[in-house]
């Protein structure tokens, strides 16, 4: 079965390369060109992965995105973008991106990425002993990617997830950053390490209810989850 490519993009030469580039390489790609057809395509075809330009009339790739993270907070989504400031891609990562393409870019970058966001999804998670983790006063259950306390319940992404059970795994030790990069991301790119700040941000949010569970930054260096 092949892999099916939900593209939007309103530049119609560009779009039109993209579209047969990666259709020659096996992708089924659908393809919009206006961001206000976008969430229905996504809703009416299932898509297994997303690239959104972010200028896109009507509605722009980081509002599709938000929508998207609502329905569904684990497929991939790639933006694509001729803007460089740090603060939009910082943005984009915050709206549930999973990577940020710079335009121009060539096709082999992009079916790089493309399949990298795809074997990150789909990699099994580590091993570890049972079903249910303690951690805390937290109960976190891998198999159904839950984070409870009491009667609280907080559904976790795969990669929230997969971030959390490292940190777990490497409970009250040093944790270079390269290393949760390269586990959890493939790779240690700007882009990525922008993307690990944002969800450490996350996790720390979760965990705030039990005072004695703590992500320490160690500048220069990486983390530490005191769990003790």
Known sequence: MSIKVLYAEDEMFLGKIVKET?????FDVIMETDGADVLR????????????????????GFEIAEDIRKMNDDIPILFLTAKVQTEDVVYGFKVGGNDYIRKPFSMEELIVRIENALR????????VSGEAIQIGKFQFQLNKQLLKIGAVEKKLSY??????KYL????????????????????????????????ITKIRSYIKEDPQLEIIT???????????
């Open 159 to 164: 990669r929230e997830s997969e971030l959390l």
């Open 120 to 127: 990150i999804k789909k990699e099994e998670p580590l091993s």
């Open 218 to 228: 160690i500048k220069g260096v990486g983390y530490r989850f005191v769990t003790e």
């Open 22 to 26: 990666l259709e020659s390489r096996g």
């Open 168 to 199: 777990y795994l490497k409970s009250n030790a040093i944790i270079d950053r390269r290393d949760l990069l390269n586990h959890i991301w493939g790779n240690d790119s700007f882009f990525n390490s922008r993307n690990l700040d944002v969800y």
């Open 41 to 60: 395509s996504f809703e009416d075809e299932q898509p297994d992965i997303c690239i959104l330009d972010v200028m896109m009339p009507h509605r722009s």
